[in-house]
């Protein structure tokens, strides 16, 4: 069982539809990140959120913390074929130091 | 720049054989960590080091031995390889911002 569960695991849209991606856990993390994975690369940093009801806007992506700092939703507005890719959310345990934990990801593809 | 290396890129055992993936950061982080990946999954945690000295286990850690040789290198070792452990392996290195490695990937047949 994976401290981080994501949901859903896979999805697959029309350009311009809006879509929503969630991160969830009974732990509370002092720090919550996402990440996109494109194939045959390590992930890649988008954002990180760390405090309890935090929302981050990074173009069309909007990025929330829940307010007790278990849960984390990547909401992406007009998604576009370029969004495609492998989305994770990683995160520090909140009393482990540096252990960073990742979930299983969500595979988005978006078809033109 | 070059981030965080690792080597080799593609790796092919036999099972039984044992072999050791080398991973260099030139970011002077103090965190570093090995995760494997598999078809269509996410990254998980094998070990990690939070300083030169010192690592831990992390979610799927037997089979695997790491070294912190100093603050620049993490290697992992796999002393005698399983098919169970055919995927992609990557080195990061983190400082809040996680930097990941191109990957290895190892196919023990």
């Known amino acids: 069982t994976q401290l981080l569960e994501q949901s859903p695991q896979f999805l697959s849209i029309q350009e311009g539809e809006n879509l929503t991606v969630y991160c969830n856990s009974s732990?509370?993390?002092?720090?919550l990140q996402w990440y996109r994975q494109e194939p045959g690369e390590g992930p890649v940093l988008l954002v990180t959120?760390?405090?309890?009801?935090e929302v981050k806007k990074l173009k069309r992506l909007t990025f929330q913390f829940g307010d007790a700092r278990k849960d984390s939703s990547l909401h992406i507005t007009a998604a576009q074929p370029g969004d495609t890719g492998l989305y994770l959310c990683?995160?520090?345990?909140?009393?482990?130091?540096?252990?960073?934990?990742f979930g299983g990801g969500t595979r988005l593809m978006v078809k033109p | 720049n070059a981030g965080v290396t690792q080597t080799p890129k593609f790796q092919v055992l036999k099972t039984g054989q044992s072999m050791t993936l080398q991973c260099a950061q030139d970011?002077?982080?103090?965190?570093m960590y090995w995760y494997r990946q598999d078809p269509g999954m996410g990254l998980r945690l094998i070990y990690y080091?939070?300083?030169?000295?010192?690592?831990d286990k992390g979610e799927v850690p037997n089979g695997y031995n790491v070294s912190r040789l100093n603050k620049r290198e993490f290697s992992l070792r796999l002393e005698s390889a399983a098919p169970s452990q055919t995927s992609v392996y990557f080195c990061?290195?983190?400082?809040?911002?996680?930097?990941f490695g191109q990957g290895t990937r190892l196919t023990v047949v």
């Open positions: 990061a290195s983190r400082d809040g911002e996680a930097f």
């Open positions: 732990s509370v993390f002092s720090s």
């Open positions: 959120v760390v405090t309890g009801g």
């Open positions: 990683a995160g520090v345990l909140r009393n482990a130091g540096n252990m960073l934990t």
């Open positions: 970011m002077n982080h103090n965190s």
């Open positions: 080091s939070a300083s030169e000295g010192t690592t």
